[in-house]
């Protein structure tokens, strides 16, 4: 496998990912039909969903109704392609964590969007991608691997989830809200089984950091105002992605 072949990989994968994010949250099953025009309902052809190619040659619009289509889905191709390379880049020698950190990746990208999308984390996804952790995480080249490393991910997983929990109560209590909410401690606790106690404190610090920032854009833009939420899962997902690159 070359790099080029993985990056390829990846933009198909982006591919999937813009389907799965769209059907998931709607409970649309993601086998149920093929992916159609938003805008006049009809289905695409195979050669009309070609990642990124496609979106290229329609020129940015529906065949049938020349309705724009929404660029966010060839960047997210793009970019999970480009990912994608960047994990061969830094894996290639370890087949196996390559396909971890392939598998991680994608989970947070699924969890990112659809959070930035609907303000909800899927228990389903940061489950999977905890489990995941945890059950890898005697091959975990970070962690050594082993019983260290099987220590290791489940110290982490469980720190930052009985840090994370009491902070979600308090602010229910102190504030009426959850400015970290039950999805992102299990998300934060997924990152600790990957990343150990330490690098999932670094992912919250960074997230804070880059949800503040784009709170502040947005304020100062007049586009939200301080009461308004903002999805913590996107900034998560963005720094979670440095344990694995």
Request: with cysteine.
């Amino acid at each position: 496998m070359s790099l080029l072949a993985w990056f390829i990989l990846g933009v198909f994968i982006g591919n999937a990912q813009n389907a799965f994010i769209y059907r998931f949250p709607r409970g649309i099953p993601l086998l149920h039909a093929a992916s159609r025009c938003l805008q006049c309902h009809i289905p695409l052809a195979a050669y009309d969903n070609i990642p990124i190619l496609s979106f290229i040659f329609r020129r940015g619009r529906c065949k049938s109704c020349r309705a724009p289509t929404n660029p966010r889905y060839v960047l997210i191709e793009l970019a999970t392609g480009v990912l994608f390379a960047a994990l061969f880049h830094r894996w290639q020698d370890n087949n196996l964590w390559l396909l971890v950190a392939s598998l991680a990746s994608i989970n947070l990208i699924l969890i990112a969007l659809i959070n930035w999308d609907t303000y909800v984390i899927p228990g389903e996804l940061s489950l999977t991608l905890l489990a995941l952790g945890l059950l890898t995480s005697w091959f975990n080249p970070n962690f050594g691997g082993g019983w260290k490393g099987v220590t290791t991910a489940s110290i982490g997983a469980a720190t930052a989830f009985l840090v994370g929990w009491p902070a979600t109560l308090a602010g229910r209590s102190l504030f009426g809200n959850e400015p970290v909410g039950l999805g992102d401690v299990v998300l934060i606790s997924a990152v600790g089984s990957f990343a150990a106690w330490r690098g999932a404190l670094f992912t919250f610090i960074i997230a804070h950091v880059l949800g503040s920032l784009w709170g502040v854009l947005l304020v100062s833009s007049k586009r939200c105002n301080l009461k308004d939420p903002i999805p913590f899962g996107p900034f998560l997902g963005l720094a979670s992605l440095y344990h694995f690159l």
